[in-house]
């Protein structure tokens, strides 16, 4: 059964870069029918939808973080990671990372989720 | 930007009938999922494309999308019922995700 995991640094400085990756296990970043997604929640508050990634590098991000967001792929790592810029406290939230499943754009597997603070 | 539109709260007695709403511009044309996201927890795919149910959810949870609305029912409530709950599109004309702001579930 695939398995999503986040790991990366619990705690940023305000200014600096965010970066998480997530690791599948359980079956293959390549699959031609999912994109990888990064979905993010600030306590207490609802889910937000960060972008997407492709097997093939394509990628997509909400307007709102565009210009501060980038998301990849590592197909020989079968991981795919998320490094948002110029972060403030804002930014604390829960990173989630997701199988967004592409026909119906639906969310059918998640990480656990991880605690990133921005702080200094 | 697309709006998906949920009530706060919604409170119901065990063994009882739940119905979380969703509302939205012409949602009825649009494939719409529902999240079940207990406290602490990651969330968890409860109904997609508007009434289906992946494998593992019970049949007491089940899904409707007509018109400007879209309904979550989950029937004979249980304690563990009790949870947050989000719906959530992909919006062609912009193509983004939306989700809704999310309904808490109480079980009285």
């Known amino acids: 059964q695939m398995q999503l995991q986040e790991s990366g640094p619990g705690l940023v400085k305000p200014s600096q870069t965010l970066s998480l990756t997530c690791t599948v296990s359980g079956g293959s970043v390549t699959s031609g029918s999912h994109y990888w997604s990064w979905i993010r929640q600030p306590a207490g508050k609802g889910l937000e939808w960060i972008g997407r990634?492709?097997?093939?590098?394509?990628?997509d991000y909400n307007p709102s973080l565009k210009s501060r967001v980038t998301i990849s792929v590592d197909t020989s790592q079968n991981q795919f990671s998320l490094k948002l810029r110029s972060v403030t406290a804002a930014d604390t939230a829960v990173y989630y990372c997701?199988?967004?499943?592409?026909?119906?754009?639906?969310?059918?597997?998640w990480g656990q989720g991880t605690l990133v603070a921005v702080s200094s | 930007s697309y709006v998906l539109t949920q009530p706060p709260s919604v409170s119901v007695a065990p063994g009882q009938t739940a119905r979380l709403t969703c509302g939205g511009n012409n949602i009825g044309s649009k494939s719409v999922h529902w999240y079940q996201q207990r406290p602490g927890q990651a969330p968890v795919l409860v109904v997609y494309d508007d009434s289906d149910r992946p494998s593992g959810i019970p049949e007491r949870f089940s899904g409707s999308n007509f018109g400007n609305t879209a309904t979550l029912t989950i029937s004979r409530v249980e304690a563990g019922d009790e949870a947050d709950y989000y719906c959530?599109?992909?919006?062609?004309?912009?193509?983004?995700?939306?989700f809704g702001g999310g309904t808490k579930l109480t079980v009285l």
């Open positions: 959530q599109v992909w919006d062609r004309s912009s193509d983004l995700v939306v």
């Open positions: 997701a199988r967004c499943e592409r026909n119906l754009w639906v969310f059918d597997i």
């Open positions: 990634v492709f097997f093939s590098g394509s990628t």
